[in-house]
């Protein structure tokens, strides 16, 4: 009769210890479910990073659509009022995706005073104010008429991924009631860049070299 008792001891013994091994393991996974439930929490806390639409593959940019984009050709920038540039004051422009899969291209035109003189000169400046974009703005400022020659052009200057740089020129300018038109656009290459998120900006005046006689 001690036999079955001593057996029925073994097997209450081990049933304890498998009931032990059983209750940790509960522990455990539930130490385990609590922690990723932490972690699932922490992480639907935090928000997505923006995605910046500046490569020319978005449909839409943070925004929602596209930005609104204008003034695409010379023949815009000098028939449409709203492609002028005014003198003295800055104007925002985008070099965005288009809907038919062209290179952006803006067009402005400017009119000068018929007051300049040798002492007149020309600032022409434009830029991305932001840390980074994609395009490598080129700028280039071109006489009207039949002999459309330049008088100014310039590209970013930037190296790798630097800062953007301002495309700018300060330069005698004598040519009363001149009219100007810009052109800005990616300096190109096999797949020109565009910038759907970040506006450059573009400023035209003209002022008196205080160094130079008339």
């Known amino acids: 009769m001690r036999a079955p008792r ?15 091994d059983s209750n940790r393991m ?3 996974t539930s130490r385990t479910s609590l922690l990723c439930a932490v972690a699932a929490a922490f992480l639907c806390a935090c928000p997505m990073p ?13 925004g929602g659509t596209l930005p609104a ?4 050709s010379q023949d815009e920038a000098l028939n449409d009022p709203g492609c002028a540039l005014t ?3 800055v104007r925002e422009g985008a070099i965005t995706t288009l809907p038919d899969g062209g290179v952006d291209q803006d067009w402005y035109s400017v009119q000068l005073p018929q007051n300049l003189d040798a002492r007149s000169l020309l600032q022409v400046w434009a830029g991305y104010e932001v840390p980074q974009t994609a395009v490598l703005l080129s700028l280039n400022v071109l006489r009207t008429g039949a002999m459309q020659t330049s008088v100014f052009s310039g590209v970013d200057s930037r ?5 953007p740089k ?11 009631g001149a009219r100007l038109v810009l052109l800005l656009q990616d300096k190109g290459g096999v797949k020109p860049n565009v910038d759907n998120r970040n506006s450059y900006r573009v400023f035209v005046n003209v002022a008196q070299d205080p160094d130079r006689k008339s």
Do not use: Y
């Open 6 to 20: 001593r057996g029925r001891r073994f097997g209450h013994a081990l049933t304890n210890v498998f009931c032990k």
């Open 159 to 163: 190296t790798g991924t630097g800062m």
């Open 166 to 176: 301002k495309v700018e020129t300060l330069q005698p300018f004598n040519e009363p």
């Open 26 to 28: 509960n522990a455990m």
């Open 87 to 89: 003198l003295g004051q």
């Open 69 to 72: 984009d204008s003034c695409n």
């Open 50 to 62: 923006p995605v910046i639409c500046e490569t020319g593959d978005e449909e839409v940019c943070d």
